[in-house]
């Protein structure tokens, strides 16, 4: 899919697999590299964008080597000689005590014995105070939330002014579930998380973003969940 001079794309993605995931360990400040399986995938990623008609104008990514890495390599698999502005503000949320500790750990710590179904996002409205009570400080969701859309904001306004295009960016599946949540994409879609390497296609419209797909791995695809939410 080809795109319009006036128009611009922000192509939201997570990281491909990193050593950590493979492990089953919470990632969220802490870093690790992709995994042969993960560059593979980045690569593969860039191809379909290429093969799609993405037209890149910027890269944008976290400042993890995972994030790094994954940008780096699907934009130079797409035809690209961009290199990778690292941002902060699209970084994983931090888990404080839980950072690498197993998945499962993570989830029981943050779960109460009365829930029924809580979904994960939901559950991380628990994670400062549980992470308090183990001597650490850890990251508000909803300070997540912000500071991702300032950065996709900003992502934005930069191509904007540069003409339109698309613009890459890399992130991580807590953080880009909270700006799809808040953007009103299915909540069947997140109750699984994001896949590695899943692309986020959004697009701005008068009302504000529109989520063209979510956690889908082909550029252009639009699902149920594609609606346009002020924000």
Not at 31 to 59: F, H, I
Not at 104 to 119: G, I
């Amino acid at each position: 899919m080809t795109t319009g001079a006036a128009s611009v794309r922000v192509l939201l993605v997570r990281h491909a697999e990193s050593l950590l995931n493979a492990l089953g360990r919470v990632q969220g400040w802490t870093d690790s590299p992709l995994t042969d399986d993960g560059r593979v995938a980045a690569v593969s990623l860039g191809s379909r964008l290429r093969d799609e008609g993405a037209r890149l104008v910027a890269v944008r990514s976290a400042d993890g080597m995972r994030h790094r890495e994954t940008a780096a390599l699907a934009a130079f698999s797409a035809g690209s000689d961009l290199a990778p502005e690292t941002d902060p503000r699209l970084r994983e949320i931090a888990f404080g005590a839980f950072e690498a500790t197993p998945q499962d750990e993570l989830w029981a710590a943050l779960a109460a014995a009365s829930d029924e179904e809580v979904a994960p996002l939901d559950l991380l409205a628990r994670l400062p105070d549980r992470s308090r009570e183990r001597g650490f400080p850890a990251e508000s969701a909803s300070g997540v939330l912000d500071r991702m859309l300032h950065a996709l904001d900003d992502a934005w306004r930069s191509a904007s002014r540069a003409g339109g295009g698309d613009v890459l960016v890399v992130s991580s599946g807590i953080g880009i579930m909270l700006v799809l949540r808040h953007l009103g994409a299915d909540p069947g879609v997140l109750r699984g998380g994001i896949r590695n390497g899943a692309l986020n296609v959004l697009s701005r419209s008068a009302g504000g973003w529109v989520v063209q797909s979510a956690d889908d791995l082909a550029v252009g695809a639009t699902t149920d969940a594609s609606r346009g939410v002020a924000g």
